[in-house]
Each structure stands twice: as structure tokens, then as C-alpha cells.
């Protein structure tokens, strides 16, 4: 399902309060207040099958944006329409094709186990007995849900209320995901866990999915197309790499010396490449790669000295971030 959104903008009213007696119901009554524009006209359009993170600082309106493609908030001004429908207007059908989890708060029932919470929402949604099977049988195996099947909620791990809010979330078959924070506060193997099973409804199901995330391993591993929000406007809408480019931060590279080597004085300095590092016989040098192509470097590098090893690294993708913030 494709998305559509055409200058986008929320304002937020809020009373000014107001001091002495009764104060808050004088707040309550106030006529004065302080508008809070937290999306400040947004366009980008998603393809069906696409992968996209939306990333930004705290309080950048990230939120605000995915709760109006939703349709839990009503823009201000400006239109969505997800696979041509507006999603305020036309709520019940898109809700339908819909699927949401918020890694802060559960979807689930708290008391109840987490089977019982799959029956309400399979039962709400109307899905068939078979696709019901069918479905909870392909989560279940792709996210271990059997070891707490019968557990309420409020009893899981965080790494497990995630899959089982996942699971919950796909239990309708919708076509377009929204996904935020899903792998907060999770250890290295949840979040791996919850990573294959994203890229699998990507890649293999199809699902068109919109992730927002202050992981900066969540895009790398998972979204060729990234949109930065900043300060309620998009600061940058392509893909990972050429925001990485963009930014052009050094890559990092190690090489390993036999022998004798020679670093020329002009390497120290404000070259494309130049050597930050040297200890024994391993020499850390930073390359500008939009400068100089690898074939440059490597030939630079090679009349330095007899190589024995290289390694390269690329820039940090959380260095890359922090630069765009
Ligand atoms: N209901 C509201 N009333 C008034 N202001 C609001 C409301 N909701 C959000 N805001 C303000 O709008 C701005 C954007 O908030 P939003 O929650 O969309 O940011 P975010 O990018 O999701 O941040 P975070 O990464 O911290 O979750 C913030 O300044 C926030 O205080």
C-alpha cells in the first residue's frame, strides 16, 4: 500500500496557565494560548514494498507525523492518503489494512494471556478460523511465541511483549506497517530476533513498512531509504548511503605494514587521506572517499610500504547522524 502526504502541518493549542485563585479552571476557560507547531508542511510519497526509517531528534514530531498517517490525529492542513485513502475520513477501512506497535506501550491486554488477547483481536477483525491458524502458526515458529503462549502480558520480558505485540500486530494481514521504537531497551539478540523477523515481512511478504527508531543499527541493517525530521521539517529524504555521503565523514582504514614503511610528511596533513595513527606496524589513516577513489588510496598507501593487511571501516552511522541533527 502506497502513502501520500502532501504539506502536512499540526498545531497544537495549549491555554497559557494562569497564576492565584481557581488558577486552573481560569486555565481551563483561558481564550489565550501558545501554538505549538510541531509538523511544519511535510510532503514524501512511499512506494508499496518499501522499507523507509524516519529518524530525528527528540521532540522533532515524529510521533505527531505517524499518529496523523494513521489517523488518530487530524492534520491541521495538508492531505494523507494511504493507498488512496484518507485515513481520518475513511478510518474503518483503512484501519484494516493498518498495522501498528509502539515499543513503548503494549497493544496487548495486561492481564490477559497472551493467546486470549490474539483471540479478542483475530475476533474484532473478523479473520477466518483458517487464516487465523494459518498466521499464528508462521509467527509463532518466526518469533518463538509458543514459550509464552499462556502468559498474561504483563508477565513477558520486554523482548518478548515486543514479539507478541509483532505478532498481534500482523494477525489481520495489513499491508502497511508502522513501527516505533519496536526495539527499544532490547539486548543485541532481541533486537537481531526483531530485526529478522522485519526483514522478513519486508522481503517476503511484501509488507511496506515505516519505521521510527533512535537505533541507528535499526536503519542500517533494515531501511535503503531513510527521511530525517528536524524541528518539524524534512531535513533529508534518500537513501541510507547517500546520507552518509552527504555527511562525508572520513572511512577509516587500518593497514598493516611488512617491514619498513615510510609515511610522507604531506599524508599528516589536510590530505584526502592522511595517518592519524601509528603503533608498531599498523597505521590508522582517515580517507575522504569522495575525493579519492579506494583505487587512489590503495596506490598512495602502497608507496608508503609493502602491504601485509587492510582493513576498511566505514564512518559510524550514529557519527553520521549526529552531524545531520
Ligand atoms: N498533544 C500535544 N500538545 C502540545 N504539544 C505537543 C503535543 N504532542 C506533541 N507536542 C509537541 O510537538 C513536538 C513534537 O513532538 P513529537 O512527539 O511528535 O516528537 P518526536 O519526534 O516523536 O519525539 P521523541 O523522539 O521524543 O518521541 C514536541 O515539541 C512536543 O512537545
Redo the contacts with the bound molecule.
Sequence with gaps: MNIEVTEIRKQ?K?PVPKEGRFAGLRTLFSRDYTV?E?VRGISFQVNSGEFIGYI?P???????TIKMLTGILHPTSGKVLLGGMDPHKERRQTVRRLGVVFGQRSGLWWDLPVKDSYDILTEMYGVTPTDKKRRLDQFAELLDLHEFWATPVRKLSLGQRMRADLAAAMLHDPDLLFLDEPTIGLDVNAKRNIRQFLKILNEQFGKTILLTTHDMDDIEQLCKRVMVINDGELSYDGTTQGLRDSIGLPTLIRVTYRGVFHIPEHSQTNMPIHATKVQDNIVTVEANRQEWSTMDILRELEGWGEIDDIDMAEPDFEDVIHRVY
Excluded: L, R
Aim: glycine content about 24%.
Design positions: 497544537f495549549t505549538k510541531a530525528g527528540n521532540g522533532a514530531g515524529k510521533s505527531t
